[in-house]
C-alpha cells in the first residue's frame, strides 16, 4: 500500500477496505466515514482514521440494516455521540419487540393448534345475532364490536335488518379470539393465529415463525460482534465524546 506522509489516497484506501474507489466516495458522502481533509491539489487525503472507520462500518452492516449504520456513524461523526448511542438503543429495543411478537405469535399459533379440533366440534346451522353470539362464548356485546373494529371478527349483515350475524365460520372465529385473548396475546397475534387458521396452515406457520426467530438470534449475534468493532472505533477517535464514570 502506498502511504505518502501517513496519508491514504483514495486507491489506497479502497484497497485496504476490499472496495471500488466510487464506493469509498460514496461511504463518504453518506457519512459512514469521517469528512476528508484534501490537499493543496484537491486531492482527498484520508488517514488510518477513514480506514478504521471504514472498517467498523462495513461491521456494523453485518449486523444493522445500511440505513441504520449510516445514521449511528453519522451522528458520530458529527460529534453527537450521545444521539449514536440512543439510535442503537432504539434499534435493539425494536428488535427485542421483534422478538416478543414473534414468541407470542408462536405461543397462540401452538395454542391454537392444541385447541382447535375443540373449537370446530360444535355446529351451529343458524346464524347468530350479535347478543347471542356473545351469550355462547360468554363476554359481553361491546367486546365483539370491539373486536370487529380491530378487524379480528366479519360478521354478515341481514339486508334487510342490517343485523350483524355470525354464522359458524365466525362463531368460530370468535371462539378462537376469546381463547387467545383471555391467554393474554395481543391483536398482531391473533391476526397471525386467525389467518393461518382460515388458511389450514397453522402448522407450517409455526415452522415459519420459528425459523423468523432463529434469524433474529443470528441478527443479535452479529450485533455483537458490530458493537465491538463500534466500541473500538469510538474509544479510539472520539475519546473526548465517551461518556466518564462518576469518581
Known sequence: MMIVHNYLRTIDLAQAGQISVQQVRNYEASGFIPP???????????????????????????????????????AVHQDKLTLALALIDEYHADLANKRLQLDQTLAALSTLAAQSPSLSS?????????????????????????????????PIRDKSSKYRLYDEQQMRRLRVVVLLRDAG?????????LNELTAGRTERAIAAVEKRR????????????SISAFHSYVSEFYSEQVPRSAP
Open 185 to 193: 396475546y395481543n391483536f398482531t397475534a391473533i391476526h397471525t393465529a
Open 36 to 74: 476528508v481533509e484534501r490537499s493543496p491539489s484537491g486531492y482527498r487525503l484520508y488517514t488510518q482514521k477513514h480506514l478504521v472507520a471504514l472498517q467498523t462500518a462495513r461491521s456494523m452492516v453485518n449486523g444493522y440494516t445500511w440505513q441504520q449504520t449510516r445514521a449511528i456513524m453519522q
Open 122 to 154: 360444535t355446529r351451529l346451522p343458524q346464524q347468530l345475532r350479535v347478543g347471542d353470539a356473545a351469550k355462547q362464548v360468554g363476554v359481553r356485546v361491546s367486546a365483539l364490536h370491539f373486536w370487529e373494529q380491530q378487524g379480528l371478527l366479519h
Open 214 to 225: 432463529a434469524e433474529l438470534a443470528k441478527i443479535s449475534w452479529a450485533r455483537l460482534a
